[in-house]
RNA sequence: CGGGGCAUGGCGCAGCCUGGUAGCGCAUCUGCUUUGGGAGCAGAGGGUCGCGUGUUCGAAUCACGCUGCCCCGACCA
C-alpha cells in the first residue's frame, strides 16, 4: 500500500473525549472515529488490525473442531420471552419495532438464537459434540459507554456455543474452547492470565475470564503468588484470617459523634484508623432487611452476599426509610450491638477488638467493643472483596492484586436454556434429554484497545506482529528528487510484497521527520528507510519498532529478517 | 440513574465575567524556498459560535428550557 494512496490522516493533537492511551492512540493513528456515543467507526488501517485479529481467532476456532455460522443481528422478541430474558435483561438491551409492531431487539449476544437453532437442526446423540461459532456485530446499550472501543455500545464478538449430551462431553468442550483460548491470546502476542469469574447474567455454572494484563484494566484480579489460584475479584474467595485475637483492653463506652456520617468521619474524630472500625450495611432480604457487618476499610462484595440464605438477589441496599423503621437509626450510626435483625459477620470482623462502631442512634458510636463480652461470639462467612495480602483459598501463599481487560469469558451454561427452550435430543435409549451447552466469547475489538495498552509508548503503538496492520513500513529518503531512491524503493517494495509481507510504502512528498513521526505512530513492526547515503554504500536503514537505535544492514539481511 | 463539566471551522483552544457581529495554533489548498526527526515565507478557503425561547436597539457573550458529549459515582452505613 502506498500511504498516498490510503487516505490516513493522523492526528499530532490528542482529542479532548479521550482519556486513556488506547482510545488517544487509535485516534491519533487513524484507526477508529466517533459517530456517537459508543458508536465508531473503523477506518481503513483500523480494519487491517481487526482482519488479522479475526483471522486467528478464526484459525483457531477452526482447528478446535468448531463451526463457523452467521446468525441475524436482529432477533424476535418471542425467543427472549422463552428464556424469560426479555424482561430480565432490562435496559442493556436495546428494542425496537418493525413495521408490523412486532417487537426485536439487536442482539447483545446470541444463546436464544443458537439455542433455537440446535433445537431445529439437532436430533440424535450422534451429532454430537458439535460446537457453532460466528464472529459479527453485537450491540449493548451501555450505561455508560467509555475508553473508546474497550466499552462500546455496538462491537465485534467472537460468540461460540457448545453442545453435549452429558456433564463429562460438557467438560471437554469446555476445555478445548479454554485451550483454543490460550492458543489464540499467544499467537496475538499479548500477556494475559485466564481467571475464575462470576457467571452473572448469562447464567450457568463454572465460568472463566481471559484478562490482558493492564493497569487501566477495568477489572481487578486477584492472584496467588505461590499457586496457580487466580480469579476475578468479583468471586476471588478467602479463608478466615488466621491470626489470633489480641485480649480486650478497652472499656465499652458510648459517646456522642455529632456530625458524624461515615467511617472517614469518625477516623477522624477519634484519630483512629479505618481498620479499627467497624460498619453495617442494611441490605434488602427475602423476609425482612438483613445486616451486614464488616471492617471499615473492606467492601462488600455483591456476588456473595446476595448468595447467602436470607439475602434478596440481585443485591440491593436498603432505602433510608427501611433502616430507619428496622434499626430505630440512620445510616452512619448503624452497628451490631442490640441489633435484631438477622447479621452477617465477614471472616475479617473476628479478629478485631477493642473497635468501634456505629450505637444505632443517632450520631452515636460505641468504643472499645468487644466481641464474647459486648458482642456474642460472631459466626463469620465470606461477604468481602478481597485485598492484598489476603490468604489464598487453597491454603498456600497471599493474594496479590493486578488490573486486566476481560477480553474472552467462557462459560458452562448447563441446561439453562435448552430447558426453556426445550432443545432436546434423542440419546442411546430413544429418550429425550435437554443438551448441555457452554457458551464462549472474544471481544475481537476490545482486544485491538487491549493489546494497544499493554503495547506502546509515548511515540505510538508498538503492535504485536501478529496484529500490525503492516509488516513493515518503507520511509525513503527524498524519494521525489533522487532517482537512485526511487528505483532502489520500487524494487523492494515489489520484492517485499512478492514475499506475502504487508508493506506500506511513505511515498508522501513530505519531510523525514513527518515520516517517522506517523510511521511510530502507527506502529508498524519493522521500518527501512532508503537513502542516498545508505544505498551508495549498499546499506539499507532497519530498525524495529521496540528498538531504540537503527542499524545498517545490508539488502539480502534485511530480507533475510523479515522473511522470519 | 445521581453529581460535575463542556459544547465556538476537520482537531486543540481563546473570546463570555464587563453584550457592539469572531480569533489563535494544528490541519487543508496555492506559490516559492527547504528535505535524515512533526520546516520557513507569502497568500487562500472554511464557522447561521449545539438547538429553541426570552431580555435587549443589538446576544457567541445575559436568562430559561432542551439536546449532545466527556468525567466521577452508583455499598461506603
Known amino acids: 500500500m502506498r500511504f498516498s494512496e490510503f487516505g490516513l490522516t493522523t492526528l499530532k493533537e490528542v482529542p479532548a473525549e479521550a482519556e486513556i492511551v488506547s482510545h488517544q492512540l487509535m485516534l491519533r493513528a487513524g484507526l477508529i472515529r466517533r459517530l456517537a456515543s459508543g458508536l465508531f467507526t473503523w477506518m481503513p488501517i483500523g480494519v487491517r488490525v481487526l482482519r488479522k485479529v479475526e483471522a486467528i481467532v478464526r484459525e483457531e476456532m477452526n482447528r478446535a473442531g468448531a463451526l463457523e455460522l452467521l446468525m441475524p443481528a436482529v432477533q424476535p422478541a418471542e425467543l427472549w420471552q422463552e428464556t424469560g430474558r426479555w424482561n430480565q435483561y432490562g435496559p442493556l438491551l436495546l428494542r425496537m419495532f418493525d413495521r408490523h409492531q412486532r417487537e426485536f431487539c439487536f442482539g447483545p449476544t446470541h444463546e436464544e438464537v443458537i439455542t433455537d437453532v440446535a433445537r431445529r437442526e439437532l436430533r440424535s446423540y450422534k451429532q454430537l459434540p458439535i460446537n457453532f461459532y460466528q464472529i459479527q456485530t ?21 460468540d461460540a456455543y457448545s453442545f453435549d449430551l452429558d456433564q463429562a462431553g460438557l467438560d471437554s468442550s ?18 494475559f492470565r485466564v481467571v475464575w469469574a462470576d457467571s452473572g447474567e448469562i447464567g450457568g455454572s463454572k465460568s472463566q475470564e481471559f484478562h490482558v494484563i493492564a493497569d487501566s484494566g477495568e477489572d481487578a484480579i486477584a492472584y496467588s503468588d505461590e499457586d496457580d489460584y487466580a480469579s476475578n475479584i468479583e468471586t476471588a474467595r478467602t479463608l478466615p484470617t488466621a491470626t489470633k485475637r489480641p485480649a480486650a483492653t478497652a472499656k465499652l463506652q458510648k459517646i456522642p459523634t455529632p456530625g458524624v456520617r461515615s467511617i472517614d468521619d469518625l477516623c477522624n474524630m477519634l484519630k483512629i484508623e479505618p481498620a ?14 438483613v445486616a451486614m457487618i464488616l471492617r471499615g476499610d473492606h467492601e462488600l ?20 426509610e427501611t ?11 448503624l452497628g451490631p450491638v442490640g441489633c435484631n435483625l438477622r447479621v452477617y459477620y465477614d471472616h475479617a470482623v473476628a479478629a478485631m477488638a477493642d473497635f468501634s462502631c456505629g450505637a444505632n442512634e443517632i450520631e452515636y458510636h460505641f468504643t472499645g467493643v468487644n466481641f464474647g463480652r459486648d458482642l456474642p ?11 492484598a495480602g489476603d490468604p489464598v483459598p487453597g491454603g498456600k501463599g497471599t493474594l496479590k492484586i493486578a488490573r486486566g481487560i476481560e477480553v474472552g469469558h467462557i462459560f458452562q451454561l448447563g441446561t439453562k436454556y435448552s430447558e426453556s427452550m426445550r432443545a432436546t435430543i434423542q440419546d442411546q435409549d430413544g429418550k429425550d434429554r435437554a443438551m448441555l451447552m457452554g457458551c464462549y466469547g472474544i471481544g475481537i475489538t476490545r482486544i485491538v484497545g487491549a493489546a494497544i495498552e499493554q503495547n506502546h509508548d509515548s511515540n505510538g503503538i508498538i503492535w504485536p506482529e501478529p496484529l500490525a496492520p503492516f509488516d513493515v513500513v518503507l520511509v525513503p529518503i527524498n524519494l521525489q528528487r533522487s532517482e537512485v531512491v526511487q528505483t532502489a524503493t520500487e524494487e523492494l517494495y515489489a520484492e517485499l510484497q512478492a ?8 511515498d508522501r512528498d513530505v519531510r523525514p521527520g513527518v515520516k517517522f513521526a506517523d510511521a511510530e505512530l502507527i506502529g508498524i513492526p519493522h521500518r527501512v528507510v532508503l537513502s ?9 536503514e532497519y530498525r524495529h519498532r521496540r528498538d531504540l537505535e537503527s542499524r545498517n544492514m545490508k539488502r539480502a539481511a534485511v530480507l533475510e529478517l523479515l522473511q522470519k
Open 138 to 158: 453485537k450491540f449493548r446499550d451501555e450505561i455508560r459507554p467509555r475508553f473508546g472501543v474497550m466499552r462500546s455500545r455496538e462491537f465485534i464478538m467472537k
Open 174 to 191: 469446555y476445555q478445548k474452547m479454554h485451550d483454543a483460548y490460550s492458543a489464540i491470546f499467544t499467537r496475538l502476542g499479548l500477556k
Open 276 to 289: 479499627q472500625t467497624i460498619k453495617t450495611l442494611i441490605v434488602k432480604g427475602t423476609d425482612g432487611p
Open 301 to 320: 462484595n455483591a456476588v456473595k452476599a446476595q448468595k447467602l440464605a436470607g439475602v434478596a438477589s440481585p443485591l440491593t441496599m436498603a432505602d433510608s
Open 323 to 333: 433502616i430507619r423503621q428496622a434499626t430505630g437509626s440512620e445510616a452512619g450510626s
Open 377 to 387: 461470639e460472631p459466626a463469620t462467612v465470606d461477604l468481602r472483596n478481597v485485598v
Open 499 to 506: 514475499l506475502g509481507l504487508d508493506v506500506l510504502l511513505d
Open 532 to 540: 542516498e547515503r545508505g544505498l551508495a554504500g549498499g546499506e539499507l
